[in-house]
């Protein structure tokens, strides 16, 4: 059923049909419309679940590792410094092979203190473990909690999922979005039913301690269950899409990719931007297209690879920062192009929040085109 709702209620609803057992988050702004709705799911009997309030953001995840630790399909949601607050459960989720699913509003990290939107939340534990999803509007993020859910509970996977989509830009704006119904959704999403499970009757153990002898294993189990992940994620995506005519089965997603010369690679809500952009671009005479990364771990390398292998050259924009290095992206752009010739120049942008426009993406263009990259784009340089 389609309704224009804000994002941050769509995304409630969808978490609502995916039956989870246990929800507990604290809120933090622009996460906080999800966890409300959620709250009131649950107080109008909308929802059988137990609703655990906390004092803080490492005790709701915490409180989530106990749940799905004991069986339960568990949920939260957070954003910038709440899921700094989380590192350490975060490891220790991923570590123990608990598919708990966690919403993040992208939200820029302080200091200074910036409630603005770019990705260097999310993007900062992008090694812990979890996998994680980009969306670009609201009806993807929203579509992607029921993928998010089916891929992480896999026995092939076992491995938790954030899904990403940028705080205020689409969290709070009001989109058209095609809701499926819970009959629908249980077709697609079977109930819950855990690989291991604390019970007194079969007692086990989770996240022990593991000396030099055993701790290297562990770490290669978790890799190749993102990189098995891959593979279920899009036999989930094929499923949606024959559904609900959906299709996520691509990590990777081109716009006006086939006869471009220069491709533009993007993550989150900026690629509806980039794609208006683009078409101006093209009615100018320019050859530009689109890469969007909609699965950024497991990483899609070869999938990247393939896309750009007949482009002559490649900007990539990152609304984060490896401080001392580049943009998270662009990094991991280049490292599946090794071996190319074709160059990957890169631009920081967006950051705290900072309006990304059409003219700036055509500018970058025009950067890129005379080889220019590698830089913080749009600076004030008055300021510094």
Known sequence: ??????????????????????????????????????????????????Y?????????????????????????????????LMFEVCFNVAGMRLPIIMSIANRALGAPLSIWNDMQDSISLRDAGW?????????????LHFIAYKVAEDPAVQLPAFVCFDGFILSHTYEPVDMISQEDVDRFLPKFDPAE??????PISFGMYATPEYYLEFRYEMD???????????????????????????????????DAETAIVAMGS?????????????????????????????FPSEEIAQALSKVKRVAVLDKNISLGAKGATVIEVRDAMYGSTIPVKGYVLGLGGRDIRKKDIREIVSLCEKGIGDQFYGLRKELI
């Open 197 to 202: 499970k604390l019970d007194a009757k079969d």
């Open 224 to 258: 190749q269950a993102q990189k098995r992940a891959k593979e279920v994620i899009a036999k989930a995506g094929k499923e949606f899409g024959a559904l609900f005519n959906r299709d996520y089965s691509a990590l990777v997603e081109g716009y006006r990719l086939d």
């Open 52 to 84: 655990i309030t906390v004092e803080n953001e490492l005790s709701a995840l915490s409180a989530c590792i106990g749940a799905s630790a004991a069986g339960s399909r568990t949920y939260s949601a957070t954003t910038s410094q709440g899921l700094a």
């Open 131 to 143: 996998l994680q999803f980009y969306a670009e509007d609201n009806q993807e993020a929203t579509d």
């Open 270 to 298: 900026v690629c509806g931007t980039v794609k208006d952009a683009i078409d101006e671009l093209r009615e100018a005479g320019k050859k530009v297209g689109l890469l969007k990364i909609r699965v950024f771990r497991p």
């Open 1 to 50: 059923m389609m309704e224009i709702t804000e994002g941050s209620h769509a995304v409630a609803e969808a978490v609502r049909l995916c039956r989870p057992q246990v929800v507990s988050a604290y809120p933090i702004t622009p996460q906080t419309h999800i966890v409300e709705a959620l709250a009131e799911f649950v107080a109008n009997c909308q929802l059988d679940a137990e």
